[in-house]
């Protein structure tokens, strides 16, 4: 945790929009968005997460703090997506039925974007059956998922059975702070799920397949 990061943090806080932006400008030699998610908002937020468990913060002072988060980077995805050309390789994002945490799917739309890839955010706590409808008609080449709570992990492990019989078997994409106990991913669908730790590892594994290299399913 920076100081740069408990700065922010405590700025979204106390809802001050413009000093947050103006701060993470102050910071950004560039529209860079990778390390505004992966090293500024997401310490923010998890230092947010740890008052809240603490007692330090109220419920209304995190829905604050996020909603103005969730501001942040839909400006940062508008002020990057002019210009956006090429790779339209399709991904679904969405949390599992039940996970209200959305900032980090959100975060890592904007990463799939930023490699010319065609987006659909279906948002937190989507139903397992509309998924697996939207996943069928649209037939993305990949479905990323996230879950942030350990109680997640049945309806994560559900989602991947099912989600891996639909159209074009997409590869799955797990993602969250419940990524690093995915250890069913052989049993729920083989060949067909990765786990990604944090956004750095998603920007890795995003260069390595525009190269063909390292990937599975649609990219191999």
């Known amino acids: 945790m920076t100081d740069h990061s408990i700065k922010l943090a405590k700025l979204l ?12 400008h102050s910071i950004l030699t560039e529209n860079d968005r990778l390390t505004l998610y992966e090293d500024l908002l997401t310490p923010a937020m998890t230092y947010i997460g740890q008052l809240w468990e603490r007692n330090e913060i109220t419920v209304a002072d995190e829905h604050l703090a996020t909603a103005i988060c969730d501001f942040i980077i839909s400006d940062f995805e ?3 997506s002019i210009g956006e050309q090429g790779n339209r390789k399709k991904v679904m994002l969405f949390g599992v039925e039940g996970e209200e945490h959305y900032i980090g799917l959100k975060m890592a739309a904007a990463v799939f974007q930023e490699f010319g890839w065609s987006v659909r955010y279906l948002g937190p706590n989507l139903p397992l059956r509309h998924a697996e409808t939207a996943a069928n008609v ?6 990323a998922m996230s879950a942030a709570l350990s109680y997640r992990l049945p309806m994560l492990k559900q989602s991947i059975q099912v989600l891996s019989h639909t159209a074009g078997q997409p590869t ?7 990524a690093p106990l995915v250890h069913f991913e052989k049993e729920a669908a083989p060949g067909q799920v990765i786990t990604m730790s944090n956004l750095r590892e998603l920007q890795s594994w995003l260069a390595l397949a525009e190269k063909g290299v390292g990937t599975i399913n649609a990219f191999s």
């Open 13 to 24: 806080l106390s809802g001050e929009e413009q000093l947050a932006i103006s701060h993470i």
């Open 78 to 80: 508008f002020r990057s």
């Open 138 to 143: 649209w037939q993305p080449d990949v479905i």
């Open 172 to 178: 799955l994409l797990i993602g969250g702070r419940m």
